[in-house]
């Protein structure tokens, strides 16, 4: 009998030993050299509580593959312990059961007045706290290279008609004006900003947001798409589908004078040895001044595996401390979403994106290309549509905005702003 009790202790003991220095396995899509980095953050903080975090990385700009690959892991039922997952999605996630509550955590660490209210908003469902966020990018960011705007004598462009004026002076010195890939997300990152450029915050909720058909007619759509076919003349030829990485390489190596891109771009050109404000420095794309395109990093837990609570816990718990939220977003580019973030710490680009955006929902977009604003069905199928016509010259834009509403129609228009 004695024995039997030895080896039931010895049972227990090994599995409380086994619940501890666990590991985590998280599924992402940080795998360039800045986003490694500031990942790297989050596993070394975590590693400080004995957990150890599994890498699930997925290579693909914006999460294409990585949203593949997570759905057919929860399908079969393989769901990693926690994911990066971004806008509506965790909302619809959520409603389906897949999420662990975190209300707990969100309650002891005071999220609800920590927090700002957009990135708050996106990690509630009915009351409960389902996910933690890491940083919000601004997509509406335009670099520029301060070595060949010096040695041209350019100012940065505030307005469309200054940016025409650098990019044809740029061209005739022998430089590409504006670094761009084919790639369809980011040709769709471009048009996203085109659009806000055109219609402001608002016009941009009605399209992508709000759904409205009818507003895909609007001349300030049109006026996007022709902007768009118009800026080709200033990027490389032939326009090949390189990836971001490779895009912000030319803006480093002096070859492009210009990128419009996500500020996950600054987090690069920092990591590859290049200050902001020495060797680049960013403004709002012209037209954009005070709004703010945005996107939210965020990471969900998987409910299910009660041997991974903890962990679960502690990882968000941890990354929401003001500690990781500083040093995980000077290296990734994006700025906090706390609230109590030290301005003073941030460099220029960073000070504008968050001044920006403490400003409110009035100024703020979100991210139809970066998940921010609909579902995935939505936003692949605009992509797929930007994509054509960037690609086929001969499209006419009145055919674009056609097959854009039709696209919102057939899949259930006018949706209520979450
Ligand atoms: C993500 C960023 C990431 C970028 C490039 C965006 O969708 O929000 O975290 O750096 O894609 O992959």
Redesign the pocket.
């Known amino acids: 009998m004695i024995e039997f009790y030895k080896m039931l202790i010895s049972i227990c003991l090994l599995l409380a030993m086994n619940a501890h220095a666990e590991s985590l396995e998280v599924l992402h ?4 050299v ?2 490694r980095r500031a990942a790297d953050i989050l596993v070394e903080r975590l590693s400080k509580e004995s957990w150890e975090w599994k890498d699930a990385a997925v290579p ?4 294409l593959g990585a949203m593949k690959v997570l759905k057919s892991r929860v399908l079969s039922d393989k769901a990693p312990q926690a994911a ?1 997952l ?1 806008g509506p999605a965790i909302a619809e996630w959520g409603d389906l059961g897949l999420l662990l509550e975190l209300d707990e955590v969100a309650k002891q660490g005071g999220w609800a007045k920590s927090i700002w209210p957009a990135p708050y908003a996106s990690i509630r469902l009915r009351g409960h706290v389902i996910a933690a966020p890491l ?1 919000i ?1 601004r997509i509406n960011t335009l670099f520029y290279n301060r070595k060949i705007f010096k040695q041209l004598g350019l100012a940065a462009p505030q307005s469309w008609p200054e940016f025409e004026r650098a990019a044809e002076k740029i061209k005739r010195a022998g430089f590409i004006p504006l670094a761009q890939s084919s790639e369809p ?1 980011q040709v769709a990152t471009l048009f996203e900003a085109l659009v806000l450029s055109e219609g402001g915050p608002a016009y941009y909720r009605d399209l992508f947001v709000r759904r409205r058909a009818n507003a895909f007619f609007d001349p300030r759509l049109g006026r996007a798409l022709e902007r768009l076919r118009a800026l080709r003349r200033y990027m490389p030829d032939p326009l090949t589908e390189k990836t ?1 990485t490779q895009m912000a390489k030319m803006l480093a190596k002096d070859e492009a004078a210009m990128l419009i891109m ?1 500020d ?1 771009v600054k ?1 690069e050109l920092n990591a590859s040895g290049l200050l902001t404000d020495e060797a680049f420095s960013c403004v709002p794309v012209p037209g954009t001044n005070e709004m703010h395109l945005y ?3 965020t990471l969900v837990m998987f409910a299910g595996n009660y041997m991974k609570q903890a962990g679960q816990e502690k990882l968000a718990q941890l990354l929401l401390t003001p500690a990781v939220q500083a040093n995980y977003n000077k290296i ?3 700025v906090p979403v706390r609230r109590d973030a030290n301005v003073r710490l941030m460099d220029s680009c960073a000070r504008s994106s968050w001044q920006t955006f403490a400003k409110g929902s009035t100024v703020q977009a979100p ?1 139809l ?3 921010m604003a609909s579902d995935e069905a939505l936003k692949d199928a605009i992509v797929a549509q930007v994509h054509r016509f960037f690609s086929d010259s001969q499209m006419p834009v009145s055919e674009a905005q056609r097959r854009m509403a039709g696209i919102v129609r057939a899949l259930g228009a006018e949706e209520k702003e979450p």
């Not at 693909?60 to 999460?63: A, D, T």
């Open positions: 899509w940080w795998t360039s800045s986003e693909g700009g914006s999460g990066q971004i940083g990018h997300w971001w996500g996950w987090g996107s939210i990093d990734k580019g994006s991210s290309t970066h998940r």
